[in-house]
């Protein structure tokens, strides 16, 4: 119940295109959202965060939607450019803000 | 703003010697601070939660007399490893909160390599 799923595990795309991940939960008092993106040999960067509250968030080319009947969440990178190449991490939290992550997705972008 | 910083930021050290990996808010006073640990292409593992003054909450699993943690300001925690072993090698990050906010600010993590 504590598990957050996340997929797909790694994902190739073009420069401009539109990668999608997805990510589940179960536990439905998980009340905060954020995803993450990290670099290699870098700490986890906040990307965009959200509550159940809405069903999208947008900021800049990062957009969350958001499914809360189906507990599901995906991040899409719009106009995406090679500099996005990295490992994206989605989190859930409780109130508590103890988070869940994912077990992360490896995005590259090509040029 | 909301920055967390993380020393050092590599550590190489021989089998059964400690080492400590300090965490620092530079600029908020963090009610709690997180300590994960990461392996190579793996997800955040959360070892342990800590709130100043107060003793860590560690995860199952997580042997509290080998992750040392002290958590004795408002912006500093610190995570010791004790007689480390080869197998202690991992990318160790910090994470500072807020009370009554849920995101947690991440520090930039701390290498570390058991000989």
């Known amino acids: 119940q504590q598990q957050v799923k996340q997929s797909p595990q790694s994902l190739i795309v073009q420069k401009g295109g539109i990668p999608i991940i997805n990510c589940a939960y179960e536990n439905t008092a998980f009340d905060y959202f954020p995803w993450y993106q990290q670099f290699p040999g870098k700490g986890p960067a906040l990307l965009i965060a959200i509550r159940p509250d809405v069903s999208e968030k947008k900021e800049g080319r990062f957009t969350i939607s958001f499914n809360k009947s189906a507990k599901q969440f995906s991040l899409h990178i719009m106009d995406s450019q090679p500099g996005d190449s990295a490992t994206y991490f989605c989190a859930a939290s409780a109130g508590t803000y103890k988070y869940i992550f994912g077990t992360g997705t490896r995005l590259k972008v090509l040029a | 703003g909301a920055v967390v910083s993380q020393h050092p930021s590599w550590v190489i050290c021989k089998s059964g010697t400690s080492v400590k990996i300090e965490c620092r808010s530079l600029?908020?006073?963090?009610?709690?601070m997180f300590w994960y640990r990461q392996f190579p292409k793996q997800s955040l593992m959360l070892m342990a939660t800590s709130n100043e003054g107060s003793k860590a909450t560690y995860e199952q699993g997580v042997e509290k007399d080998k992750f040392l943690i002290n958590h004795a300001s408002l912006t500093l925690s610190t995570l010791t490893v004790t007689s480390a072993h080869p197998e202690d090698s991992s990318f160790y990050i910090c994470s500072a909160g807020l009370a009554g906010l849920n995101e947690q600010f991440f520090g930039p993590g701390t290498r570390l390599t058991v000989l």
């Open positions: 600029d908020f006073q963090a009610t709690t």
